[in-house]
DNA sequence: CGCTCGATATTCT
DNA sequence: GAATATCGAGCGA
């Protein structure tokens, strides 16, 4: 089985939604030490929200420009931007933006397991695989990722989190307005395969156009 | 099923 | 002090 492999770093130099689309049907891909010995967790991507630059979004971290927590989303892109919310949980982003944006980056919503399930049973304390990793929390929780993450390159398959390429693109990715979030609400910046039954949500009646991508 | 609410770090007012 | 890119427990229908 030949090796898919990861984007390079001029794929997550794109504006931030275009990526967040793209995204959808590929593989984040967690390598740990578990039990001495080595195991890959992870999943495939079904559902994702992209968060833009100063001024740009009035709904993301980096809209009032930088701080301390959001540096990531003004740095490299390809690389993790990692958070802690809600004093209870982790979100894993991957920043993307390109050269017309100061700041951008990718929220991974929800992946179905498809490897090292029952490492991440044990993270997560259940067994129940629809919400194992359906949801930005429960993800992170499953594949062990905290703030230490925050800034580690991800288009490295060697290292102990990347992003993989997959063989398959869904054949429907609709988009919809971001979840949790009350400002901007006019962006459709969420997106996600429809045919999943692991999405974080159910995608409720989705606009007309909504397939279309907001003409992208 | 659906709703309310507590936990509680970080940022902003 | 308030809001937040969340989750799960507890409750009632």
Same mark, same amino acid.
């Given at each position: 089985?030949?090796?898919?492999?990861?984007?390079?770093?001029?794929?997550?130099?794109?504006?931030?939604?275009?990526?967040?689309?793209?995204?959808?049907?590929?593989?984040?891909?967690?390598?740990?030490?578990?039990?001495?010995?080595?195991?890959?967790?992870?999943?495939?991507?079904?559902?994702?929200?992209?968060?833009?630059? !100063? @001024?740009? #979004? +009035?709904?993301?971290? *980096?809209?009032?420009?930088?701080?301390?927590?959001?540096?990531?989303?003004? $740095? &490299?892109?390809?690389?993790?931007?990692?958070?802690?919310?809600?004093?209870?949980?982790?979100?894993?982003?991957? !920043? @993307?933006? #390109? +050269?017309?944006?100061? *700041?951008?980056?990718?929220?991974?919503?929800s992946?179905?397991?498809?490897? $090292? &399930?029952?490492?991440?049973?044990?993270?997560?304390?259940?067994?129940?695989?629809?919400?194992?990793?359906?949801?930005?929390?429960?993800?992170?929780?499953?594949?062990?990722?905290?703030?230490?993450?925050?800034?580690?390159?991800?288009?490295?398959?060697?290292?102990?989190?990347?992003?993989q390429?997959g063989?398959?693109?869904?054949?429907?990715?609709?988009?919809?307005?971001?979840?949790?979030?009350?400002?901007?609400?006019?962006?459709?910046?969420r997106?996600?395969?429809?045919?999943?039954?692991?999405?974080?949500?159910?995608?409720?009646?989705?606009?007309?156009?909504?397939?279309?991508c907001?003409?992208?």
């Amino acid at each position: 089985m030949p090796k898919t492999g990861c984007f390079d770093r001029r794929f997550y130099e794109r504006r931030t939604e275009l990526v967040a689309r793209e995204l959808v049907g590929h593989y984040l891909i967690r390598r740990i030490l578990f039990n001495k010995s080595e195991h890959l967790l992870g999943g495939r991507i079904v559902e994702t929200e992209a968060y833009g630059g !100063t @001024a740009e #979004d +009035r709904a993301s971290h *980096a809209y009032r420009g930088q701080t301390n927590r959001n540096a990531a989303m003004f $740095g &490299i892109p390809g690389r993790a931007y990692v958070y802690f919310t809600y004093g209870n949980h982790h979100c894993f982003n991957v !920043t @993307a933006r #390109d +050269r017309d944006q100061d *700041a951008g980056a990718v929220l991974i919503r929800s992946i179905m397991p498809t490897q $090292g &399930i029952d490492v991440m049973q044990s993270f997560r304390g259940k067994n129940e695989l629809y919400s194992l990793t359906s949801g930005p929390g429960k993800l992170t929780q499953a594949l062990g990722i905290s703030r230490s993450f925050n800034g580690i390159d991800l288009t490295d398959e060697e290292s102990e989190i990347h992003i993989q390429r997959g063989r398959h693109k869904p054949s429907v990715i609709v988009s919809t307005p971001r979840i949790g979030i009350t400002k901007a609400l006019d962006k459709h910046w969420r997106f996600a395969d429809s045919t999943s039954p692991f999405l974080s949500r159910s995608l409720g009646k989705i606009p007309a156009n909504s397939s279309r991508c907001n003409g992208l």
